[in-house]
């Protein structure tokens, strides 16, 4: 999970090194096109999956919310700071704690509603609308946030019914064609320097979630869990080292405050997921 970490904050440093000369809609379409040859391993999965009509609109409905997310996602990495980005990224849990008890009916208690209230006063601190400007970098985190939150709504209820590579599979299929008319639209013919940077992106990306994958697997989630947080202290140093960005205490603190409740919302979740007592076995 260390390492994933890593390398979720090199994602972001990469795409912020590459700019804007590239737009938003073309750089995330270059993205996941350049990373479907990591899907060649999941191509015996998808095929033996025999998907049906539901399953079909659930992906496809995943697959433009996702890519309205990764769109406002590479816009928003070219407006405001890396840290910024890391600390408002961290809400999108906390819109999946909001979304499940709206569409899914999970039970709201009094922690996780206490937890959620501290999560968006943490994105207050790190806006303070009104005592300075908030960005179309700002507001595009937050479309982001509520975005990826419906996606991973959505991967919560087919992960039940599918296999995992097969999730992921047809996100990245659906998200590229997703993709493909916003960066038509206003394309621009990239360097084979920014075609690199790009496939690194998503070599860096697909990497980052086979570690957390298998930090899954070797650990409980109230070990590995609290270790993604530390991207915010990565990207903090990242952005104050490498790109001139000054550190700005209230970004920390609001950002700390999110991580803080969504560390209690994960915790809570994966003790109400284990069982009271032990099965019975020989």
């Not at 039970?107 to 790190?126: C, D």
């Not at 697997?217 to 991207?231: D, G, N, Y």
């Amino acid at each position: 999970m260390l390492v994933t970490g890593f390398l979720f904050v090199a994602v972001t440093a990469t795409v912020k090194h590459l700019g804007d000369r590239v737009p938003a809609p073309e750089a995330a379409f270059l993205r996941y096109l350049l990373g479907l040859v990591f899907l060649l391993p999941m191509l015996g999965a998808l095929r033996d999956a025999r998907l049906g009509r539901r399953a079909m609109m659930l992906f496809s409905a995943r697959g433009i919310v996702h890519a309205l997310g990764v769109m406002l996602w590479f816009f928003a990495m070219t407006r405001i700071p890396i840290a910024e980005v890391t600390a408002m990224n961290y809400v999108s849990p906390v819109y999946v704690a909001i979304g499940a008890a709206l569409f899914l009916g999970e039970r709201m208690h009094w922690p996780r509603m206490l937890a959620i209230a501290v999560a968006l006063l943490g994105v207050l601190i790190i806006l303070r609308p009104g005592f300075r400007e908030v960005s179309t970098g700002h507001l595009a985190m937050i479309g982001t946030a509520i975005f990826f939150a419906g996606s991973y709504l959505i991967a919560k209820i087919m992960a039940d019914e599918v296999a995992p590579s097969v999730v992921v599979a047809m996100l990245s299929i659906v998200v590229t064609l997703a993709l493909a008319p916003f960066a038509i639209a206003v394309w621009v013919w990239p360097t084979w320097s920014e075609l690199g940077w790009l496939f690194l992106v998503a070599t860096l990306a697909t990497t980052g979630h086979l570690t957390m994958t298998l930090s899954f697997r070797a650990a409980p989630i109230m070990v590995t869990q609290p270790v993604t947080f530390l991207q915010l202290v990565w990207a903090t140093l990242l952005g104050a080292l490498v790109f001139d960005e000054a550190v700005d205490a209230y970004v920390v603190l609001g950002g700390t405050l999110v991580i803080v409740s969504v560390l209690v919302i994960t915790l809570r979740e994966a003790r109400a997921r284990k069982p009271a007592h032990p099965p019975n076995g020989p």
